[in-house]
């Protein structure tokens, strides 16, 4: 739609429609994107001198970087317009009302608007792409068609007979008509993705396009001129490589191949396992698989080859080749990144590191089941991968400031090995103190007030210390502070000075005052 900024996976869209040499009107109709906007993004992709092959190996986010997302001025006049047909349509079926009043009309709300003879011609255009009406020819590779049975089937629990109905997923290559179909939970997104990923793989290739209908998991919003496709699918689509055309709301002849396939489904498939009762979905995926390859290898009508033989001739070889990995379902959120360098994700509430120069700053997080990347700015700043370890912490190093990560190495054999390195009663000591707490990190800050002692009044005071100490069969940071500190380190058991005189002062009172 001109004027507006688009999203990187519609830009990939239009690179991929374009590098399969569509015209530009083309890619605008199929896409609900202004032609100019069409243009002037294509203009833009052309000035970087990269090849469209090189900006689809690029991820979203260094695509709109490299772009910087630029500010497009928009056609709003013809946009204006073409709005106002839909009420102009309905308004001249009322009496008295031609195009020259509504062109008046037009004409008020919008003064630098189009002439009355370019208004009447572009209306002519709009009426004649409702009207048209067109043959289609299946190129081998070209399209799959993607719908869902009207009717379910269903599994039954085997101890208390409860039934659960299935979906039923369908989906046929234009050219040969050669399908895949798969019984399914729901008509969710990650079912539905989840279906068509085992289609292609089935098919042992990628159409150069995917033509679902009008479902909530494949089009956000259902629109003649604008459908907005869901964006969980566009990146799937990306992806492996291909487009997505939605078929047109309420067009049957859009989609007439799939309802084809359908109506068969109904007599090859579910007519042969209408007796039998399933009790899960993997067997009865089984049998669906059993009827369908059946299907799949029977002769047409009036063709004396089967959708098999056709395929395997003329369209095996036209689809692209599967991408390496399966597709993730990726989930964003944003999150603010703590004082201790980590982000916290959900559900587990487990804890990823991230750079500690980003600490306070917002960040974007894209993550599937088996990773995480965290981006700031456009910007891949962290990539780890999934934990699903309740409240537990994944952190990298180098991540940490230096103080930091020298906490991040504590634990009893780190304060053993330091307080070695005094002295073995030091060492005797500290394990003492370990070995007196339920949890070892409890004594990790008296071990260090202790053991730092050694750099600040020297190891001879420090051992000294620890000695009158262990002879008090006292142990923690306090008492090693006092004696330090009143200097009693210094001074050789049994020369302390002992008092047994009674102090005399006359502000004491004496015995006889309690009596």
């Known amino acids: 739609m001109a004027g507006t900024t688009i999203t990187m996976s519609n830009l990939k869209q239009i690179i991929r429609h374009r590098d399969n040499g569509m015209a530009l009107q083309t890619i605008?109709?199929?896409?609900?994107?202004?032609?100019?906007?069409?243009?002037?993004y294509l203009q833009l992709v052309d000035s970087k001198g990269l090849t469209y092959g090189e900006l689809l190996c690029?991820?979203?986010?260094?695509?709109?970087a490299l772009l910087n997302d630029p500010d497009q001025k928009s056609e709003q006049r013809y946009q204006d317009l073409q709005s106002f047909f839909p009420f102009m349509e309905s308004e001249l079926k009322r009496t008295g009302v031609n195009?020259?009043?509504l062109w008046g009309e037009y004409r008020q709300k919008h003064p630098d608007g189009y002439s009355y003879s370019q208004f009447c011609d572009n209306y002519r255009q709009w009426r004649m792409g409702l009207s048209a009406s067109m043959r289609f020819e299946h190129l081998a590779g070209d399209k799959l068609y993607i719908d869902f049975t009207g009717d379910r089937l269903f599994i039954a629990d085997p101890v208390t007979g409860e039934v659960t109905h299935m979906e039923v997923f369908v989906a046929t290559l234009g050219h040969s008509q050669y399908s895949y179909?798969?019984?399914i939970p729901s008509q969710r997104k990650e079912d539905?993705?989840?279906a068509t990923e085992n289609a292609l793989h089935y098919f042992g290739g990628v159409p150069r396009a995917l033509v679902p209908d009008n479902l909530k998991s494949a089009v956000t919003k259902a629109d003649k001129y604008e459908p907005v496709i869901n964006p969980d699918f566009l990146d799937f689509a990306n992806h492996y490589g291909c487009v997505v055309f939605p078929a047109r709301s309420r067009k049957p002849q859009d989609k007439a191949l799939v309802e084809k396939t359908v109506a068969i489904v109904y007599s090859r498939i579910y007519a042969p396992i209408r007796n039998r009762v399933y009790h899960d979905i993997r067997t009865l995926n089984e049998d669906i698989r059993h009827h369908l390859n059946?299907?799949?290898c029977t002769p047409f009508q009036k063709r004396p080859e089967s959708r098999k033989e056709l395929f395997d001739r003329e369209e095996r070889n036209a689809l692209a080749p599967l991408p390496s990995e399966r597709y993730e379902l990726k989930q964003f959120k944003y999150a603010t990144v703590t004082k201790t360098s980590h982000i916290c994700l959900n559900p587990e509430k487990h804890y990823y590191s991230i750079p500690y120069r980003y600490i306070g700053k917002k960040v974007r997080i894209v993550y599937s089941a088996s990773y995480v990347s965290v981006f700031f700015d456009g910007e891949r700043i962290a990539f780890h991968k999934r934990s699903l370890k309740e409240r537990g912490y994944t952190t990298v190093q180098d991540h940490m400031p230096s103080a930091h990560r020298f906490v991040s190495d504590w634990n009893p054999d780190f304060f053993l090995k330091w307080a070695k390195g005094i002295h073995p009663e030091v060492r005797h000591y500290i394990q003492v103190i370990l070995d007196s707490y339920p949890y070892p990190e409890q004594a990790y800050k008296s071990c260090l007030g202790i053991l730092g002692y050694d750099k600040k009044v020297g190891r001879e005071r420090l051992v000294g210390a620890v000695r009158r100490a262990s002879h008090y069969n006292t142990y923690n940071y306090s008492v090693i502070t006092r004696i330090l500190r009143s200097g009693m380190d210094t001074i050789p058991f049994g020369t302390e000075k002992?008092?047994?005189?009674?102090?005399?002062?006359?502000n004491i009172r004496g015995a006889e005052s309690f009596r």
């Open 58 to 64: 690029k991820s979203d986010e260094e695509l709109d």
């Open 99 to 101: 195009r020259w009043v």
């Open 181 to 183: 179909v798969e019984a």
């Open 498 to 506: 002992q008092n047994d005189n009674p102090v005399q002062h006359e």
């Open 192 to 194: 539905f993705i989840a």
């Open 28 to 40: 605008s109709k199929t896409l609900g994107i202004a032609r100019n906007t069409v243009k002037k």
């Open 294 to 296: 059946t299907h799949n």
